[in-house]
């Protein structure tokens, strides 16, 4: 196997990318593929060579050691830094993210609930307040509840001083880079899990009755349908991962989406919140695992069952599925009707959306 001589070429934005992700695990653990404007890639789509590969000290997140012999991709280092997941570019040598001093302690996450709980009840009447009950639930609730969140630095003083999680801010008001991609991340989390939760009804039955925790399903999510669903390393030397000689500078793509459907570890196209163990690595793992987490973790735990008891009856909008979309990560919008007995009167507005995405 050989990087000039992908296997086939891969999309970043597929419309299936667990279709793709099949396709992935079926070619081998690590397979040479072709990615549209970022040239031959390695990915990786094994669990096991995935956790060897994060741990590996040759295989890099510093876009500065990206190989020049690849060079037909057209994605610009900013491109690649603005990916959620690739934050780890950004520092500690890009000069646009800071890192400040230790990660949180479990109390001063906790500390932050309060804040996170008033915001969740303010985004939630907003969302009450859509005139025809049928919204996008990324765009008009969860990516702007996050980023205010995350945003939040004048509250969260504490952070500023300790915490490696704080971007630094931008001059024009703008969210910075980092944290709009911490932000749609966390958001993924949250829509990726409702979209589970309604396909499979009886996980969502066994959260509202208290027989499972909320954490229970945000961990599913992150095995079933990992926001980040890719992470990108460069090798800084020649080495040699099941096989594949990986040369200096080559992109190493470790493909988290494909490596949670693994139908060698788990009955995977199911959303069975109720696994034990269940192992992902929907925020990475090793050095530059996710800092954030632990946030990340309190605000989907915080906003997921507020929002299942404020919209008992939220359903997936009919006929939502299967919409192409620009996002990257995130294949389908997630068309939800919030208010369930309006649905009849929706298929105007579905039509409209429709045209639109
Ligand atoms: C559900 C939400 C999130 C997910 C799924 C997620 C996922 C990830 C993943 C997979 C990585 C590893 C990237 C790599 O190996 O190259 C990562 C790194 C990182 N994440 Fe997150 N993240 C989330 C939220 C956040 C939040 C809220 C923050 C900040 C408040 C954050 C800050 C970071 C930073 C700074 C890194 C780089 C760590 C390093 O390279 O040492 N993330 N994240």
Known sequence: MDLTRPLFSISLGASDPHCEGRRLRQAGPVVPVELPGLGAVWAVTTDATARAAMTDSRLTSDI??????????????????????????LHPHGGDYELMGRPLTAKQVEDLRPRIEAHVEQALDGLAAQPSGLVDLKEFFAYPLCLRILAERPSLPNLT???????????????????????????????????????????????????????????????????????????????????????????????????????AHFDAERFEITRSPNPNLGFGHG???????????????????????????????????????????????????????????????????????
């Not at 959260?207 to 090798?235: F, M, Q």
């Not at 997921?304 to 008992?312: D, G, I, Y």
């Open 64 to 89: 500065r050691c990206r190989g020049g012999s690849q060079g037909t991709g057209t994605l610009s280092d900013r491109d690649l830094i603005a990916r959620p997941g690739n934050a780890g570019a």
């Open 287 to 357: 050095t530059h695992g996710c800092p954030g987490a632990p946030i990340a973790l309190l605000i989907a735990t915080v906003v997921l069952p507020a929002l299942f008891t404020r919209f008992p009856r939220l359903a997936r909008a009919p006929r939502a599925q299967g919409l192409p979309s620009m996002t990257v990560d995130t294949p389908q919008p997630c068309l939800v009707v919030v208010n369930a007995h309006l649905r009849d009167s929706l298929d105007e507005e579905i039509e409209r959306l429709l045209r639109d995405v």
């Open 161 to 263: 001083a300790v915490s490696p999680l704080v971007p630094v801010s931008s001059t024009d008001g703008q969210p910075e880079a980092a944290t709009a991609a911490d932000a749609d991340a966390t958001s993924r989390l949250i829509v990726n899990a409702v979209r589970g939760l309604l396909r499979f009804p009886y996980q969502l039955e066994l959260l509202t009755t208290g027989r499972y925790s909320w954490a229970s399903a945000v961990k599913e999510t992150l095995r079933w349908d990992p926001p980040v669903a890719h992470v990108l390393r460069y090798a800084t030397e020649h080495l040699e991962l099941e096989g594949a000689l990986i040369r200096k500078g080559d992109p190493v793509l470790i493909c988290l989406a494909a490596i949670g459907r693994d139908e």
